[in-house]
């Protein structure tokens, strides 16, 4: 089974219409995306009309905090693309023309880690200018540019041909006593590193 933030994101935000009907779970799940495509284009439309940067806003948030991170590393330049950086004890090689860093949080997020950030403006250069366009402002307009239609009511549906068999709907299921589980089933991996955790009888954590 695949699991990721992005299933799991999706999980809970339709976790109050799962146990609808079929049609009605679809009907109000597209309601939800509706409203949801809607207010992100309108949030972003007032962030335009201010003027700010082509970056959004909480990638500029946390841009700054970089910058303030960065003021704790000594960069030395060697002429080429690559960078040390020095700084808590430890040496980081940065790669301004492949935009990496050894610390892999460059590669992974598309926005320069804080000695990425250390030798950018070391050598004069904008931090905003090495951030993934996936990041920007249009990036973000262009992604909820589109909208859902909305649909008729059921009674306007368009009606199938005589020859066509209806699906007949599930057969009628005995409901178990007790209350409803509605929380997600452990994975065997899962199930494995909870058993492998401790709990300290002298502190009240786990080790």
């Not at 949801?36 to 948030?61: F, H, S, V, W």
């Not at 860093?101 to 403006?121: R, S, Y």
């Not at 020859?163 to 899962?190: H, S, Y």
Request: proline content about 6%.
């Amino acid at each position: 089974m695949l699991l990721n933030n992005s299933c799991e994101c999706f999980n809970r935000y339709i976790l109050d219409v799962r146990d609808r009907g079929i049609i009605d779970m679809l009907e109000m799940i597209k309601v939800k995306l509706m409203w949801r495509l809607r207010r992100k284009k309108e949030d972003m439309q007032r962030i335009i009309a201010k003027g700010r940067e082509r970056i959004c806003p909480k990638i500029l948030k946390k841009l700054e905090k970089l910058k303030d991170e960065s003021i704790f590393y000594v960069v030395e330049y060697s002429g080429g693309p690559s960078v040390s950086c020095h700084g808590h004890g430890k040496t980081y090689v940065v790669n301004m023309m492949d935009l990496c860093c050894d610390c892999g949080k460059w590669q992974l997020t598309g926005i320069p880690c804080e000695h990425a950030v250390a030798a950018i403006m070391g050598n004069d250069g904008d931090p905003v200018d090495y951030i993934n366009e996936c990041y920007y402002i249009s990036t973000y307009m262009n992604v909820y540019s589109h909208y859902i239609n909305p649909t008729e009511r059921e009674e306007l549906w368009p009606k199938p041909a005589e020859d066509v068999q209806p699906v007949k709907p599930p057969a009628q299921v005995q409901k178990r006593r007790g209350r409803k589980v509605t929380a997600r089933r452990n994975e065997p991996e899962e199930i494995e590193i909870a058993a492998a955790q401790k709990r300290c009888l002298r502190m009240p954590q786990y080790v």
